[in-house]
């Protein structure tokens, strides 16, 4: 069974390579996860672009403080 951080890394992939596809077609990124397909994925995702693209977050469970796992446009996954 994977772990919380392992569990966030599985969701925001999700997000990644739908982001990936959308691009593709759309010749840009999408701006709500209902343009992804993915508005019923998990309630605490969140989806915004950046400067340089976009960031899709979640909170990672079992951690006392408010951590969220991140990924970016250029897969970088963290925890912060």
């Known amino acids: 069974k994977p772990g919380p951080v ?4 599985d969701i925001l992939q999700e997000v990644y390579y739908a982001q990936r596809v959308f691009q593709g077609k759309e010749k840009r990124f999408a701006t709500h996860l209902s343009e992804l397909g993915l508005a019923n994925l998990n309630s605490k995702l969140e989806l915004q672009l ?3 693209g976009w960031e899709a977050s979640v909170p990672v469970s079992g ?3 408010k951590r969220r796992a991140f990924i970016r446009q250029d897969a970088l996954f963290e925890v912060r």
């Open 50 to 52: 950046t400067p340089t």
């Open 6 to 9: 392992e569990a966030a890394r």
């Open 63 to 65: 951690f006392f403080s």
